[in-house]
C-alpha cells in the first residue's frame, strides 16, 4: 500500500461523487496501485531492453502504449 | 496533478529501477492519474445506475472490468 487514501478520494469527489465510501476509496486505491505496478515493471524492462540503468520518461511511454 | 511523487517513484524502485529520471516519474504520475480518474468516472456513472448517492466499493469493481 504506497498511495495516499486522500488524493484517490479527491480524485472521486471531482468525478461527481457526493458520498464516498472508505471502502470505494480502498478499492480504487489498490486497482490504481496495481496499474502502477504493472506499469513500473514494464518501464524497467524497456530499459534494460535498451541496455540502460536510468528509467526515463520514453521507457514509461512504452510501457503505458 | 493529485498524486504525490514519492510512493510512486518507489513504486518503480521496487519494479527492479536502480536509477528514475524525474521525466519517468512524472509520466508515471500522469498516466496513473489518468487511469483513476476513468475509473472514478465510471464508478460514479455505476453507482448512479444503481440509484445511490455513494460510491461503494462494488462501484469501483464494475468500473475496473
Given at each position: 500500500m504506497e498511495l495516499p487514501r486522500a488524493?484517490?478520494?479527491?480524485?472521486m469527489r471531482n468525478a461527481g461523487a457526493e458520498r464516498?465510501?472508505?471502502d470505494?476509496?480502498?478499492a480504487l486505491r489498490s486497482?490504481?496501485?496495481d496499474v502502477a505496478k504493472e506499469l513500473a515493471n514494464e518501464a524497467v524492462q524497456a530499459?534494460?531492453?535498451a541496455d540502460r540503468?536510468?528509467?526515463k520518461r520514453d521507457d514509461v511511454h512504452l510501457a503505458s502504449h
Amino acid at each position: 500500500m504506497e498511495l495516499p487514501r486522500a488524493p484517490l478520494e479527491r480524485i472521486m469527489r471531482n468525478a461527481g461523487a457526493e458520498r464516498v465510501s472508505g471502502d470505494a476509496v480502498e478499492a480504487l486505491r489498490s486497482e490504481v496501485e496495481d496499474v502502477a505496478k504493472e506499469l513500473a515493471n514494464e518501464a524497467v524492462q524497456a530499459s534494460k531492453h535498451a541496455d540502460r540503468k536510468t528509467i526515463k520518461r520514453d521507457d514509461v511511454h512504452l510501457a503505458s502504449h
